[in-house]
């Protein structure tokens, strides 16, 4: 099992550029999270998805959507980066809502220049 | 709002002691805790998962307990090593598929 992967691990954007950050489990989750993780700040919950179908906001959602394609796979897109989104992004799953593990992948880092 | 402390923030300590890190919650209407390590520049690993039920959970070195009522957790190391260097994190669940809530980390070093 390769667990929660990410892709890309780093990635450097201009200012207006778009783009998505992909995430996927082969664990047979339901529930998957973004979060962002600043210093200082500690991780923050951006969106997360408690079954497939479904997507809701977390608690900094302004500047992103999330989609969730199947069960397996949960992007975040960047419609128009800004400086303050330069973080790292990671992703998280777990079996289902309540009281089980989340298991989280390596992260992205992102640079907006 | 839940609101999630560590302390302290930062510890350094020889090799060989025994060490408590601390966490604290503002709302005690939790269905569990989670600590995990993260290391410079990686992902978080998961170390001990305790159910709300729970008062403590076990593995290896790592000994975390669980008081809700007081709005406490601590993670003990045993034994410590130079290779649990790290940044430990505390979060809470409130059972819903909402996320979790983040501590800031205790960034640990371990003094050969």
């Known amino acids: 099992n390769a667990g929660v992967t990410q892709t890309p691990k780093f990635q450097v954007l201009k200012t207006g550029q778009s783009m998505t950050l992909q995430c996927a489990q082969d664990?047979?989750?339901?529930?998957m999270y973004w979060y962002r993780q600043d210093p200082g700040m500690g991780l923050r919950l951006i969106y997360y998805?408690?079954?497939?179908?479904?997507?809701d906001k977390g608690e900094v959602p302004n500047g992103y959507n999330v989609s969730r394609l199947n069960k397996r796979e949960f992007s975040l897109r960047l419609e128009s980066a800004a400086p303050s989104q330069t973080s790292v992004y990671f992703c998280?799953?777990?079996?289902?809502?309540?009281?089980?593990?989340?298991?989280f992948g390596p992260g992205t880092r992102l640079t907006v220049l | 709002k839940q609101e999630v402390t560590q302390i302290p923030a930062a510890l350094s300590v020889p090799e060989g002691e025994n060490l408590v890190l601390n966490c604290s919650f503002t709302?005690?209407?939790?269905?569990?805790l989670q600590w995990f390590r993260q290391d410079p520049g990686k992902g978080l690993t998961s170390l001990l998962l305790?159910?709300?039920?729970?008062r403590e959970q076990t593995s290896g070195r790592l000994n975390a307990s669980l008081d809700k009522s007081s709005g406490r957790s601590t993670l003990y190391i045993a034994a410590s090593q130079p290779g649990d260097s790290a940044t430990y994190l505390c979060?809470?669940?409130?059972?819903?598929?909402?996320?979790?809530?983040f501590g800031k980390g205790t960034h640990l070093i371990i003094q050969p």
């Open positions: 998280a799953s777990t079996l289902t809502q309540g009281n089980n593990e989340q298991f």
């Open positions: 664990m047979n989750h339901n529930s």
């Open positions: 998805s408690a079954s497939e179908g479904t997507t």
């Open positions: 709302d005690s209407a939790i269905y569990n």
């Open positions: 305790i159910q709300s039920s729970q």
């Open positions: 979060a809470v669940g409130g059972g819903g598929a909402d996320g979790l809530t």
